[in-house]
């Protein structure tokens, strides 16, 4: 088939899949609504997991693409304003990156230019036809027609619109807190702390030489203006037990509702969804972006057997085999995220809950088996 890949949307996912095509020369086209700085700015993600490097390792992409320092194995954890470090038991776990996100999107980006992809910034395309003969529509009304569509275009895009809603279910899990996410011009100084404290959870980690993301567990009711500069160092105070080695100038705050989605089927006709597209992971887990990149993996993978070997069977399997990987990582995303807010603030969800979260926190440092799960789980290794 000489028609291309149409890739829509310019995240980790949508660019990591056009790299890997491109390497093996299946011809794509990726269609980003946003300007090409807005992409190359937008932070969120800040780990690239073991699992992930060697994605890109394989693909002959890890030194032009991944970027960062090495992770370290102990998480900075801190119990009742007192530090308890946690250190991971899985030697591959220092094969991942503490990368922000935008600097691995700049880096997807330039490397899929410089081998001569067709990347196009500013250009919010419709899903009109996901059948036999797969298009998107411009906005100028242009048809472009395309093999099939990667809907890589995030947890609010085009392309899931354009699956029957009879065909398609939405399953929800809300957690029933938020977390207010700040991003400081503050060099961290560890690469995480994370605070357990009946105040509710908090969290720093490093984004970069320079910046600092702070997390604060908050209801879902509060706003930003409920949190203003000085509220959020207190805050930050009093559930760490100490104040954060520097402070600075705070550059953004949003609220960010934890919650879980997953769609299923991540497959109609000609149609597949990658990422958050097909499913959102909450932070606590680290997950996010990793999830994007195995899902570009795995359809790399199915599109280059198709156009190698004519044959659909990795094709039709892709939604079954994602979901399956999808909820394992949900399950954990869960355990971890329940664990570490219940066993600070018991008034979320009683004191039973509260003492149960203790004793899984525990076993962490008690159990061999079970600190070599999360360091699987962490390392995106089970
Ligand atoms: P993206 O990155 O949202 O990219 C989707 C792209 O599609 C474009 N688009 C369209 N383009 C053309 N036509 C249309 N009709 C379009 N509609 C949309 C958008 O402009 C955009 O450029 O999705 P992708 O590639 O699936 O990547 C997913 C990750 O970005 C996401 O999972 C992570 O950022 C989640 N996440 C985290 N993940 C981690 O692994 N570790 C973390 O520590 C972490 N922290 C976070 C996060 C997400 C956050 N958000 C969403 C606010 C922290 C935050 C604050």
């Known amino acids: 088939e000489h028609r291309p890949v149409l890739i829509v949307g310019a995240g980790v996912a949508g660019l990591?899949?056009?790299?890997?095509?491109?390497?093996?020369?299946i011809p794509c086209v990726v269609f980003e609504r946003r300007g090409r700085e807005y992409v190359e700015r937008r932070q969120r993600a800040g780990v690239i997991d073991t699992r992930a490097t060697r994605v890109f390792r394989?693909?002959?992409?890890?030194?032009?693409?991944?970027?960062?320092?090495?992770?370290?194995?102990?998480?900075?954890?801190?119990?009742?304003?007192?530090?308890?470090?946690?250190?991971?038991?899985?030697?591959?776990?220092?094969?991942?990156?503490?990368?922000?996100?935008?600097?691995?999107?700049?880096?997807?980006?330039?490397?899929?230019?410089?081998?001569?992809?067709?990347?196009?910034?500013?250009?919010?395309?419709?899903?009109?036809?996901?059948?036999?003969?797969?298009?998107?529509?411009l906005g100028d009304g242009t048809i472009v027609e395309g093999a099939f569509i990667a809907g890589c275009d995030g947890n609010h895009g085009a392309s899931r619109a354009a699956i029957p809603e009879d065909r398609i279910t939405r399953h929800t899990h809300e957690y029933g807190y938020a977390w207010l996410v700040v991003l400081a011009d503050v060099p961290a100084t560890h690469q995480t702390v994370m605070a357990i404290h009946r105040r509710g959870f908090a969290a720093q980690f490093a984004r970069g030489p320079r910046a600092s993301r702070f997390y604060l567990q908050c209801p879902l009711e509060d706003t930003t203006e409920d949190w203003p500069d000085e509220r959020i160092w207190s805050e930050l105070e009093t559930r760490?037990?100490?104040?954060?080695?520097?402070?600075?100038?705070?550059?953004?705050?949003?609220?960010?509702?934890?919650?879980?989605?997953?769609?299923?089927?991540?497959?109609?006709?000609?149609?597949?969804?990658?990422?958050?597209?097909?499913?959102?992971?909450?932070?606590?887990?680290?997950?996010?972006?990793?999830?994007?990149?195995?899902?570009?993996?795995?359809?790399?993978?199915?599109?280059?057997?198709?156009?190698?070997?004519?044959?659909?069977?990795?094709?039709?399997?892709?939604?079954?085999?994602?979901?399956r990987e999808v909820w394992n990582y949900q399950a954990f995303a869960t355990w971890f995220t329940d664990t570490v807010h219940d066993a600070g603030d018991p008034s979320h969800r009683g004191e039973f809950r509260h003492r149960v979260a203790r004793a899984d926190f525990d076993r962490l440092y008690?159990?061999?088996?079970?600190?070599?799960?999360?360091?699987?789980?962490?390392?995106g290794l089970t």
Not at 257 to 282: F, K, N, Q, T
Not at 366 to 379: C, D, K, Q, Y
């Open 16 to 25: 990591a899949l056009g790299n890997f095509l491109l390497r093996e020369g």
């Open 58 to 137: 394989k693909r002959g992409l890890e030194d032009r693409v991944v970027g960062g320092t090495p992770i370290k194995p102990t998480l900075g954890f801190r119990v009742d304003g007192q530090p308890r470090p946690l250190t991971l038991s899985l030697e591959e776990h220092g094969e991942g990156r503490l990368c922000p996100q935008q600097v691995l999107v700049r880096n997807l980006i330039t490397a899929f230019e410089e081998d001569g992809g067709d990347l196009r910034f500013d250009t919010e395309v419709s899903v009109e036809d996901i059948g036999e003969r797969p298009c998107v529509r």
């Open 240 to 323: 760490f037990g100490e104040p954060p080695a520097t402070t600075g100038a705070i550059v953004e705050k949003q609220l960010l509702p934890l919650r879980g989605e997953v769609l299923s089927p991540m497959s109609h006709g000609r149609l597949h969804l990658l990422g958050d597209a097909a499913h959102i992971i909450p932070p606590m887990s680290a997950k996010g972006m990793n999830l994007a990149l195995y899902d570009a993996n795995a359809f790399a993978d199915a599109l280059i057997h198709y156009y190698k070997e004519g044959d659909t069977g990795p094709l039709d399997a892709y939604s079954d085999d994602r979901l």
């Open 366 to 379: 008690n159990s061999a088996t079970a600190n070599r799960l999360l360091s699987e789980f962490v390392a």
